[in-house]
């Protein structure tokens, strides 16, 4: 099928129905931005990596493909693949720290425990310590649960190979992930007491939630003010929470399948506070401040696997 032939996603044309190409991606569609998103961390590049997916999808023998789901899959990853090593270049040039772009999420991607903590920013972040072809395999294989020959065929690698590649991501992802689960109740309550804390700004409460080993990672991009290095330890994250509230509104919300809080200033998103909880106790915090990673809070994004 000739490209031309098809409407784009989400087109509407006089009330027609769209034709079979487009209805098979449309009902792909959530699926496809959260392998994207959960490889490349970034939800401006996973929306061009759904048009480049569109635009070969387009142009394929439509009548001669057997598995939708797989064969769009595969483009995508392929796509993001590309993508992922530009962002590569791209992140060793950013100003301070780089963290994912934070996504707005509904109820159901939190009630769904494994796919809320495949896209939290703790995992995020821990993804962006593989190379782009393990975190390909570690995404499919861990997340989307492919077999090993579709794998294979998104990666351009053996069968043989991506298992030692999903072996190696697997015990890589392990070690450094938390190692207990955390029941939705702990994480509310934690959240709770810290939103508390951060709205009073009174240190011993702050220090009374936040785990001794903290860490505060903030982005800035270099267009907002933000610390250029990680700020470790309790006794020193404390401080810069507390001032906080006094000159900005906090709202509590879903981001990334976990509890989090908008903080706005004059009305608008300032900054995004992201936490990750181990143990009743806050152990990881991650702020976006830059405002080019913040257009997807305004909306949420819906996620499936």
């Known amino acids: 099928m000739a490209g031309t032939s ?94 994912p772009e934070p996504l707005l999420t509904s109820p159901d991607v939190a009630e ?26 570690f995404v499919l294989r861990e997340v989307f649960d492919l077999d090993y020959d579709e794998i294979a065929d998104a990666v351009g690698k053996s069968p043989a190979a991506v298992r030692q590649i999903a072996h190696r991501a697997r015990a890589h992802v392990a070690a450094r992930r938390p190692r207990e689960v955390v029941s939705p109740a702990e994480t509310r309550d934690a959240f709770e007491a810290f939103q508390r804390a951060v709205e009073t700004g009174e240190l011993q409460r702050l220090l009374d939630i936040l785990a001794p080993d903290v860490v505060l990672l903030t982005d800035g991009g270099g267009i907002k003010q933000a610390a250029l290095v990680p700020v470790v330890g309790a006794v ?14 906090l709202e509590p919300a ?24 181990d143990g009743g106790l806050v152990t990881g915090l991650y702020a976006v401040r830059n405002p080019e990673k913040l257009s997807h809070m305004k909306r949420e994004t819906a996620l499936h696997r």
Do not use: C
């Open 254 to 277: 879903q981001v990334n399948g976990y509890p989090a809080l908008i903080v706005r200033l004059d009305g608008e998103i300032d900054t995004v506070l992201a936490l990750r909880i």
């Open 236 to 249: 020193k994250v404390a401080p810069v929470l507390g001032r906080v509230a006094p000159t900005r509104s």
């Open 112 to 137: 769904d425990v494994e796919l809320a903590d495949s896209v939290s920013m703790a995992m995020l972040l821990v993804l962006e310590t593989l190379g782009p072809t393990e975190r390909a395999v």
């Open 6 to 99: 098809h409407t784009a996603p989400g087109d509407r044309d006089g009330g027609m129905s769209p034709d079979p190409a487009t209805e098979a991606f449309l009902a792909h569609r959530n699926l496809l931005f959260t392998v994207a998103y959960e490889m490349l961390g970034s939800a401006a590049d996973s929306e061009d990596v759904l048009q480049e997916t569109w635009l070969r999808w387009a142009g394929v023998d439509f009548d001669a493909v057997r598995d939708q789901r797989a064969y769009l899959v595969r483009i995508t990853t392929r796509q993001a693949l590309g993508r992922l090593r530009t962002l590569g270049r791209r992140k060793e040039s950013y100003v301070g720290p780089w963290l």
